[in-house]
Structure formats: C-alpha cells, structure tokens
C-alpha cells in the first residue's frame, strides 16, 4: 500500500528566505507525484506535477520539486518566498496501474511567510 | 474552479437529518470523486465515480453514499449525519493524463452538524 508523509506541519519563514517542504513516499510500483497548494478559505490548486522523464519539475509561481527515486522524496523548494505564498501544500502520490481512486494525499504543510 | 461547481457551499445541519452535497462539472470528464478535509488528516477519499452509475468507495465510506445518474453530476449523502461529519467536503475531477490520475478540485462545501 502507499503512503506518503509530510514532515512538517508548520513551516514559518521569513518573507525573501529560501523554503523546502520535504514529502516522502512508499510504494511497490511505478508512481507519479504532485503538489497541490490551498490559499485560505479555497479549494486545491495544482502547483506542479511528476508524471515521468526529467526529475526536476517546475511549476507555477516559482515553486520546484526533484524526484528523488532512491530516497523516495519529492520536496518542494523555492529560492525566495513572498508573502503571497502563505497557505497550505500537500503532497499526493499515485501509482500507474492501481485503481482511479488511488491517488494518496499526505496531511498537508501550513506554510507561513513572515515579513 | 475549472467548470466544477460544488453547492451548497455552507450548510448548518443537525444530528440524525439527511445531508445531500452536489458537485457539478462542465468539463465532461468520466471521473469524479468526494473528498472530506480535516485538520491533521488531510484529504481522505470517501467515494468515487468512474461513469454513470458506476462507483467505488474509498478510504472512508461509512456513513457516505453517492449516486451518479448523469456524467456532469455526483452527489454525495449523508443519510443520517453525525457530528463526526462535520468537515469540509471537496469534489474533485479527473483530467487522465498517460494514466496518470490528475484531479482538479471544486471550492469546497463547509458541513457542520451540531
């Protein structure tokens, strides 16, 4: 079975620092990986994703992930966070060949940008 | 929220009445699923659709049904809610991309049940 874990629940850092939210995973098989970002009061946003190919992913808003296959992690880095950047990311991890309902979300990271 | 409306978007309930959550997509997509959001635990699925008439349950299906009588609608229901409900429910769709199962979700319905 998959799982996947979100080390940190909280993140706070300073506006213009540097940020890695760390995601691990465990699975048997062939995965694919996303991270999904939720601003206050709203629904889930695709940040960026990891179908297969190049390990190093970019998406939206200057957020970028490394899939990292010995290690089993997909981590979230941004070089310089803004404020704007304060919400909640979660992780999720799917297998190729496992059933529609089988993608698994970790318990998400709140991340806080102080100025 | 990319075609998908959830409604109602707040409900206030009491314990033992029937609850019944809409989710409506335009994109035409043959998956749809039913999330609930709660803090420290994520997001775990309560059930799932991949056509009409056609459902799965997931993590957390006690107590959830859905029915799906059309591709654009699904709909979630509480038969008697508990307390233990009250949470944040999302509906989400699939866009399957090479097999990859990728969801976009609705806004979000804000349960409570006192």
């Known amino acids: 079975a998959q799982s996947v874990t979100q080390l940190d629940s909280q993140v706070p850092v300073f506006e213009e620092a540097p940020v890695e939210l760390r995601c691990n995973y465990s699975?048997?098989?062939?995965?694919?990986l996303f991270w999904y970002v939720q601003y206050p009061n709203q629904g889930l946003q695709l940040l960026l994703k990891?179908?297969?190919?190049?390990?190093l992913v970019k998406g939206i808003n200057g957020f970028e992930a490394e899939f990292n296959k010995s290690q089993t992690s997909f981590h979230l880095r941004k070089p310089s966070v803004h404020i704007s950047d304060t919400a909640e990311y979660f992780c999720a991890v799917g297998d190729y060949g496992g059933s529609q309902g089988n993608l698994i979300f970790g318990k998400g990271t709140k991340l806080s940008v102080k100025p | 929220d990319a075609g998908i409306t959830q409604s109602p978007r707040h409900k206030v309930t009491e314990t033992g009445t029937p609850v019944t959550l809409r989710c409506h997509q335009t994109?035409?997509?043959?998956?749809m699923y039913w999330y609930r959001q709660d803090p420290g635990h994520g997001l775990r699925l309560i059930h799932y659709s991949y056509g009409v008439k056609d459902t799965d349950k997931g993590e957390v299906s006690d107590g959830y049904s859905v029915s799906r009588s059309k591709t654009e609608d699904f709909l979630l229901t509480l038969e008697s809610a508990t307390s233990s409900q009250t949470s944040v429910y999302f509906c989400?769709?699939?866009?399957?991309?090479?097999?990859?199962?990728?969801?976009?979700f609705g806004a979000g319905s804000r349960l409570t049940v006192l």
């Open positions: 994109e035409n997509h043959r998956y």
């Open positions: 699975s048997s098989v062939s995965v694919y």
């Open positions: 990891y179908l297969s190919g190049s390990t």
């Open positions: 989400a769709i699939s866009g399957t991309v090479t097999g990859a199962n990728v969801l976009t």
